[in-house]
């Protein structure tokens, strides 16, 4: 399966620390994207970072990808309590436009 | 700049009913994706439309069709509703075929009793 697969399930902080979030996935990628997604609503687009970079940044976010693990790591600093949300990665496949979504980290930041 | 928009926004459905889902894609968009995210999962891919034709396709049944019109809007089809099809039912938009970001709307909540 070339679905993505979240690391950890669950993540709580406090207001202000850095979150760190880690997505796994099975076979090459095109692309790697991670989305936001607030109380069982839409998704957000967050990031996306192609097979031939290995960091990018936005704002608060950065993005690290590491194609010879197979690994993706989303790291959010001085978090906010509105950051309060599931985050899930998904990949895409060379050559196909669908996208494999993990199961999403839960993260929850305390005031 | 209208971004994704879905109707309806939550549906409430009987075992063995049909029901049609509608997305209207972001402005200068051509290509829908269709997902299926269950209470606490991540969303799965049901298929894609780009130039009025299902282009990709998840494991999805039969009983899950849609359909794409000139102006990029999308409806998709569920027959023969099982309890199991509950879900949260995500459109999301892109540009082309080449795996752009994908801008999705708020989403269908259907209920299938």
């Known amino acids: 399966s070339q679905q993505g697969e979240e690391d950890p399930q669950a993540l709580s902080i406090q207001e202000g620390e850095n979150a760190t979030m880690n997505c796994s996935y099975k076979t090459s990628i095109n692309n790697l994207q991670w989305y936001r997604q607030n109380s069982g609503r839409g998704l957000v687009h967050l990031i996306l970072i192609r097979s031939n970079e290995r960091e990018k940044h936005s704002g608060r976010l950065r993005v690290t990808l590491d194609t010879s693990k197979k690994s993706s790591s989303l790291l959010i600093t001085a978090s906010r309590a509105a950051d309060t949300a599931s985050y899930f990665c998904?990949?895409?496949?060379?050559?196909?436009?669908?996208?494999?979504f993990g199961s999403g980290t839960k993260l929850n930041v305390k005031p | 700049d209208a971004g994704v928009t879905q109707s309806p926004t939550h549906l409430i459905k009987t075992r063995g009913q049909q029901v049609t889902l509608r997305c209207s894609p972001k402005s200068g968009h051509d290509t829908v994706s269709w997902y299926q995210q269950a209470l606490g999962q991540g969303p799965q891919f049901i298929f894609q439309y780009y130039e009025e034709e299902e282009r990709q396709r998840g494991n999805f049944p039969d009983r899950f069709s849609g359909h794409q019109f000139p102006n990029y809007s999308s409806e998709l089809n569920v027959n023969a509703l099982l309890l199991g099809d509950s879900a949260l039912y995500l459109c999301?938009?892109?540009?082309?075929?080449?795996?752009?970001?994908?801008?999705f709307g708020p989403g269908t909540r259907l209920t299938v009793t």
């Open positions: 998904a990949t895409a496949p060379y050559n196909f436009n669908k996208f494999y």
């Open positions: 999301a938009s892109s540009l082309g075929k080449g795996g752009y970001e994908q801008y």
